[in-house]
């Protein structure tokens, strides 16, 4: 047999195998053409056109004649001048399955593409069945949401599709006004990909609202969005998802400032595993709420030179929240200089007695971007007790003020050891008040060393400077066990006092 036959007849099988898998059987008549079993309703051969051709309310009476039942599209263009509506009630579920070829989309301007659960109110069946769209392209530049979910419908499942273009939300879930069901909408979102108009724009990827708890997302790639995953609901597991800030319209001026990966606006739990947040300007943005989120195995990285400024953003709210993430590759190389893995309130880490928030076991790449003063360097969150300021012995010329690292202030009093080397030893007693700092020498300083210090963005950095040159590996202990030492960020770098502070003013110790 000729190898181009048994490619020929493989791919017969396999065709055949698909169609068996999703309940579809295809057959070719005497004239050339191709009926379907009667498993699926193929809405071509009910007089849908998938030619282009405007498409009324032929495709929602089609709907409400088929109730129970799964429409199948087969390739082409879909184009729709009203949005199709499935019922909520469960025991008139109608699935969707499009052909990876077909395309939904709209010349005319709709509030949605496709809107699940927003026909058939009264639900007579006792049990919650699943629905589910699977397959095809819906694009969306014409209407203000691509695929909008009833979160009171639930257990639907949205899984290998595409929606693409929208200027406003690709997938909404969300529920009116009167709502009165449990809170939790459970829907799925499995092999999605969305490719927003732009990253530029106010546009979502997906917008979960309240009332809308416990939704899984999975295996998503989610592009060209201003904001990737917006949720104001919890309970939600997301997991193995791709954020990418992508396409800007106008030109590439500033493009992707204030971009977000995910933005939580409720209290309550979530767990974020491996999301790779690819050049984002803020990776997670947490609002005036108190959540409790679990983040593992994190990425974060920038291919766009200068771009993202926070891995957590939260500058404006004191309100208490848990956040514990580990296991994560964050490359700062191509981030804006001064990166902060935590930009939230001040005050929030240093009184975190409890540990709500850790980062552990996570690797910082291009750490020379981090800003120095970030409370990720502080021993709490490494969970360390003493810390090098360099990998090996290094120059330290006369008279320049190297910082020793810094410490958050806070309600304890701290007590330091700065170890130049074996034998140039000096302890530090630190304490803040209402007044400032107060910081005693409890040994006195080696000769040709002098110690001072400026307070800067509510830390207290510590300086060294010596009449000579000298080569040193310094060292900062923390004899207390309170862990609010900060060190250096990058250990192959020694640094000065103008990569912490502008200002030249340092106080004696």
């Known amino acids: 047999m000729k190898p181009h036959s048994i490619i020929r007849i493989l791919a017969a099988g396999l065709a055949a195998a698909l169609l ?46 088929n109730y ?60 919650r069945l699943f629905s589910f769209v699977e397959g095809g392209t819906f694009n969306a530049e014409n209407t203000d949401v691509g695929i909008w979910v009833n979160g009171l419908k639930q257990l639907v499942s949205l899984r290998t599709l595409n929606v693409i273009k929208c200027h406003g939300t690709h997938i909404k879930i969300s529920v009116t006004d009167d709502f009165k069901g449990t809170g939790s909408s459970d829907t799925k979102l499995d092999n999605v990909t969305i490719e927003g108009y732009s990253s530029n724009e106010n546009n979502y990827g997906i917008y979960i609202d309240r009332s809308c708890c416990d939704c899984k997302i999975s295996d998503c790639f989610i592009y060209g969005t201003r904001c990737a995953i917006y949720t104001a609901s919890a309970g939600h597991i997301i997991n193995n998802v791709h954020i990418l ?61 200068g771009l993202g400024s926070a891995f957590v953003y939260r500058p404006d709210y004191i309100s208490p929240f848990r956040l514990k993430i580990s296991g994560g590759n964050i490359d700062l190389g191509n981030k804006a200089d001064n990166f902060r893995i935590f930009h939230i309130d001040r005050t929030i880490i240093p009184s975190d007695n409890e540990q709500r928030i850790t980062f552990t076991n996570n690797n910082l790449m291009g750490a020379s971007k981090l800003y120095p003063l970030d409370y990720s360097l502080m021993m709490k969150m490494r969970g360390t007790r003493s810390e090098k300021l360099v990998n090996k012995p290094s120059a330290f010329d006369a008279g320049v003020w190297y910082p020793l690292g810094a410490l958050a ?36 300083v080696p000769e040709g060393f002098t110690l001072g210090y400026l307070v800067q963005d509510k830390c207290c950095i ?29 250990k192959d770098k020694v640094y000065t006092l103008k990569d912490y502070t502008t200002t030249t003013y340092v106080n004696p110790i």
């Open 20 to 65: 068996s898998l999703t309940g579809c059987t295809e057959k070719e008549q005497p004239d050339g053409t191709v009926s379907y079993s009667a498993e699926y309703v193929v809405v071509t051969q009910h007089g849908i056109k998938n030619d282009g051709t405007p498409i009324g309310g032929e495709l929602n009476a089609l709907v409400k004649a």
């Open 68 to 127: 129970g039942k799964t429409l199948y599209f087969p390739p082409g263009v879909y184009r729709l001048t009203e949005p199709i509506v499935l019922p909520y009630d469960y025991a008139k579920n109608v699935n969707l399955m499009l052909d990876h070829n077909a395309e939904v989309t709209s010349s005319i301007h709709l509030d949605a593409l496709l809107k699940i659960g927003f026909s058939e109110m009264t639900n007579t069946s006792r049990m």
């Open 245 to 305: 800030s992508w396409v800007a319209a106008g030109g590439e001026n500033g493009a992707f400032v204030g971009t977000e990966g995910i933005r939580v606006e409720s209290g309550g739990f979530f767990t974020f595993n491996e999301i790779y947040f690819d050049t984002t300007d803020h990776d997670l943005v947490i609002g005036n709420v108190s959540p409790d989120i679990i983040m593992d195995k994190p990425l974060s990285y920038s291919w766009y030179k």
């Open 409 to 444: 202030i806070s309600p304890s009093e701290n007590h330091l050891e700065v170890r130049l080397s074996n034998e140039q030893r000096i302890r530090l007693k630190v304490n803040y008040s209402t007044n400032g700092v107060d910081i005693q020498k409890e040994t006195a």
């Open 462 to 490: 510590l300086l060294f400077q010596s009449t000579a040159q000298v080569t040193l590996q310094p060292e900062v202990i923390d004899l207390d066990g309170n862990s609010s030492y900060l060190c250096t960020p990058d």
